[in-house]
């Protein structure tokens, strides 16, 4: 991609494809990882990268607050699914199934749970043990019924460092 010099300058932040993937092969085999978002794309693209190396029975968490990207970032992950549909948050429904890419995707939106027994009506643990992959956004909401082994993805906003920047932690949650 050729630089535009009237782009801003979030576009100069652009990461390197290459070095993202090596980056998450690192936190494949170290269980962690931060990393830097200067714009909607780079935190698509995490998101892309990480839905393409996604397996069957796999469970990713989603915190952060309104408006920091979580929608973004699962969006990228569908992509990386091979999903084209639009997809957009279930905030109203919980639950919005994605049966067209190479996994089933269950894409949960948990924001108006009142009562984690909420998530039994909707065939909460269906998907959790299904041959798809789970993405949770405000699973600290559910944190009580989260499978102990899943991916919690961290995404918070640092206005000191602009207003698109997105500070995205990912951790290994295992218990052995």
Request: glycine share 10%; aromatic share 10%.
């Amino acid at each position: 991609m050729g630089k535009n010099p009237d782009a801003d300058d979030t576009r100069a932040h652009i990461v390197n494809i290459g070095e993202l993937r090596r980056e998450l092969q690192r936190f494949r085999r170290d269980g962690s990882l931060l990393f830097h978002s200067h714009g909607p794309e780079e935190t698509r693209l995490l998101g892309r990268l990480l839905g393409e190396s996604c397996r069957p029975g796999q469970v990713y968490t989603l915190t952060g607050d309104l408006g920091t990207g979580k929608t973004l970032f699962t969006q990228g992950f569908a992509a990386g699914l091979g999903i084209s549909e639009p997809v957009s948050s279930p905030t109203f429904t919980i639950l919005q199934v994605y049966d067209t890419g190479r996994l089933p995707f269950y894409h949960f939106d948990v924001y108006r749970i009142a009562d984690v027994e909420e998530m039994e009506e909707v065939g909460w643990e269906d998907c959790i043990f299904g041959g798809g992959v789970c993405m949770i956004e405000w699973a600290e909401l559910v944190e009580e019924i989260l499978p102990e082994n899943r991916l919690r993805i961290t995404i918070e906003k640092d206005p000191a460092k602009g207003f698109e920047y997105r500070r995205i932690t990912l951790e290994e949650m295992t218990v052995l």
